[in-house]
């Protein structure tokens, strides 16, 4: 399958998700698209990427999907949000480039995270790749704004070790505003994995005058510590580095002016985490 003209076999490494990509499936058949969705055996990355700190436990490979039915107003990979932009890749290519790296990710602690865009919104290819990860004894994550996790049966959440669960807002109108969804199936996601006992790091994305509301905070907090699984929270500070893709997009972007936030105010979302219990970073 590799071979057909519109499927990539190129290496899938990138040198960072902040690269823009675009257009990268426009040759692919409307028909090959729907095969893939409902099969999974092709999927649509931005990139992969290589020695990643951030997205999980040790040194980590990072998958990058394409498409995304959130507008987060402080997204930084908006070229995500469109499955086209993505490359066509199949699940095979996918997992063998995945299995260049298995010695080493074992040696570093570390493992495989699918993130994106949101990985569930090509959930066949999503499972599979964490499949054959794991019959490869890698470690793997999935970072998810967890809208779609109903998609998943209980026997693939076994796949996935670790849940990097976006929280963006706990009062519903706000969330919306904010992501231009509702909260409730993010929650009844989170839920689902607590019943299961499935390890969660909360991620929480912390933007000046837009998410730094402390009693909005507190309500996240509440709900995560009640959960009981929730190892620990990531208090992301709102960067810059994807303004330029909403300018090249031609996008609107709200938060032109806004600045990171202080390490000061980064600290005080972190307390209002630990105030109840939570590790938080
Ligand atoms: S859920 Fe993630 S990828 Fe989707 S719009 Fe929000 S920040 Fe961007």
Redesign the pocket.
Known sequence: MSSAPHLSSAPLEGRSPFELRRDQSRNVPESLVKKALETGEIGFLHSFTTGSTVDGPGVRVVGWTAG?????Q?????D??NMMNGMPVTLEHAVEALGKYRHGLKIMSGGFTLS???PLMQDRFATRLFKAAKAMGIHTCMET?GFLGARLSDEELETIDLVLL?L?AWDSEKHQRL?GKDIGPTLDFARRLAARNRPIWVRF?LVPGLTDETEDIAQIAKFAAGMGNVERVEVLPFHQMGRYKWKELGLDYKLEKTEPPSQALAERACDVFRAEGLKAF
């Open positions: 995304c039915q959130w507008r987060c402080y997204c930084h990979n908006p995500t949000w994106g865009g949101e704004n976006g963006k992501t994305v």
